[in-house]
């Protein structure tokens, strides 16, 4: 499954636009149960789901790693004295284990929204920031105006507010993670 998460995004983009192509596998298998092509990459509704599912397959190795390792961190002797007092699985579940790694799970949380904002390998290769503008993100935007369009400067006010705004987000990342060592 690292595997997945090891691959690099232009490698993984370009097997996902060939499976999402309008003769890829994707519409072939669907073709099998009796359903029409589907433009995913062409189609405006469709085109930023899946860019954005693409992202979410690609980091979903590094949240089950992360996750793992908070759970791992649970104290057994927690998980024994629930069992002893007559909890189930999914009690122990939200009442044991999800309050502890609830830390771990906030830190994650801003990780994946920060490693989400800089889109801009998958959007190059699925799309190249379309159908139109659709799936265009800032960073995307950043590269088009100054390498494009040899718009520098919009190239890099862009890339200015996309830096501005990675690091407001950063903000709660660096002070959970100050908060959970200090404790």
Do not use: C
């Amino acid at each position: 499954m690292v595997f997945i998460w090891a691959l690099p995004p232009l490698v993984s983009g370009s097997v996902w636009k060939f499976l999402l192509d309008g003769n890829g596998a994707v519409n072939s298998v669907l073709a099998s149960v009796g359903i029409g092509p589907v433009n995913w990459l062409s189609s405006p509704h469709l085109a930023v789901w899946s860019v954005a599912g693409v992202a979410a397959w690609a980091s979903v190795p590094f949240s089950i790693l992360i996750i793992r390792g908070g759970m791992l961190g649970v104290p057994p002797s927690l998980i024994e004295a629930a069992a002893i007092d007559g909890a189930g699985y999914w009690r122990t579940q939200f009442r044991i284990v999800i309050p502890q790694i609830k830390p771990t799970l906030g830190v994650l949380a801003i990780l994946v929204v920060l490693y989400a904002f800089r889109s801009f390998d998958f959007v190059y290769v699925l799309t190249s920031g379309g159908p139109g503008n659709v799936t265009t993100t800032l960073p995307y935007l950043a590269y088009q105006s100054a390498f494009t369009s040899y718009n520098w400067s919009v190239g890099a006010a862009v890339a200015l507010l996309s830096m501005v705004v990675v690091a407001v987000l950063a903000v709660p990342y660096v002070w959970g993670v100050t908060r959970e060592e200090s404790s």
